[in-house]
């Protein structure tokens, strides 16, 4: 199995289908899997897990597994052969842009000064394997897990869940209020020399629509951030972020120049 397949199946995705959610199980199982393939987490080529471990996985019967894989074939996102298994033939192709760190730093400070954050847990924890894998650690390592909510107004408009490495536990949770919390990792001695972002357009799970106070399966952009430390010839990664924000209030806007 690879770790993008690992990902779908992760303890931290069974959240994304519920029984107390007024859509259809079929139609929640099919958006989680969808979005997982338009933004390249599962690539073309790769081989969907069985209908028997998506039913365990996510806890619905296999008529509702295999409702959720026939309409992503309807829609060309995956390929179904009896014998053979479901597939991905969507073929992603992200376009990198090229943007100058400071200016992400500086947007990153930006968002913190402008809004309130609402820290929902803050704490060192051994992490999922789908995080394990992004920082190629084994399971039985911790890092410094964040998940805050943010408001402008008095409304909230983004959900941020970020692991770190070698970041202490602060006295307090408040100063995640009004800073960002890199401001608290330069502090800290942490060192970022590049960053990598991945955007992409995904549905609100239950979960994530109760806390930004919207309707299951609304529009969410989706910003995954990793950023890295260059050692010696390698590249280390110190933190992963996914954040989730309400399109009806918040816009990602990058102005960009040619050289």
């Known amino acids: 199995m690879t770790v993008n397949i690992g990902v779908l199946l992760s303890e931290s995705r069974r959240n994304d289908v519920s029984i107390t959610s007024p859509t259809p199980l079929y139609y929640q199982l099919c958006s989680t899997i969808k979005n997982y393939i338009l933004d390249g987490t599962l690539r073309f080529g790769e081989k969907l897990p069985s209908e028997a471990e998506l039913a365990d996985s996510f806890n619905v019967s296999r008529i509702t597994v295999k409702r959720a894989l026939n309409e992503l074939a309807l829609e060309n996102l995956v390929e179904r052969a009896r014998g053979r298994g479901t597939?991905?033939?969507?073929?992603?192709?992200?376009?990198?842009?090229?943007?100058?760190l400071l200016?992400?730093?500086?947007?990153?400070?930006?968002?913190?000064?402008?809004?309130?954050?609402k820290v929902i847990s803050c704490e060192i924890l051994n992490p999922p394997n789908d995080i394990c894998a992004e920082f190629s650690i084994?399971?039985?390592?911790?890092?410094?897990?964040?998940?805050?909510?943010?408001?402008?107004?008095?409304v909230f408009f983004g959900y941020f869940d970020s692991w770190s490495a070698g970041v202490l536990m602060p006295t307090s949770t408040d100063i995640f209020i009004n800073q960002s919390r890199h401001q608290?990792?330069?502090?800290?001695?942490?060192?970022?020399?590049?960053?990598?972002?991945?955007?992409?357009?995904i549905a609100a799970t239950e979960t994530i629509a109760e806390h930004l106070n919207i309707a299951p399966q609304s529009p969410l952009l989706s910003l995954i951030r990793r950023s890295y430390y260059q050692d010696s010839d390698s590249e280390v990664l110190v933190d992963h972020l996914l954040a989730l924000y309400n399109t009806e209030l918040f816009?990602?806007?990058?102005?960009?120049?040619?050289?």
């Open 138 to 154: 084994t399971d039985d390592k911790t890092l410094f897990h964040l998940v805050r909510k943010r408001q402008r107004g008095g």
């Open 251 to 259: 816009q990602y806007q990058m102005d960009l120049k040619l050289d």
């Open 184 to 201: 608290y990792f330069r502090e800290s001695g942490m060192t970022v020399t590049h960053v990598k972002q991945t955007i992409s357009a």
């Open 87 to 100: 597939h991905v033939i969507y073929k992603y192709s992200p376009k990198p842009v090229q943007a100058p």
């Open 103 to 117: 200016g992400i730093l500086e947007e990153i400070d930006s968002i913190a000064t402008n809004s309130i954050a």
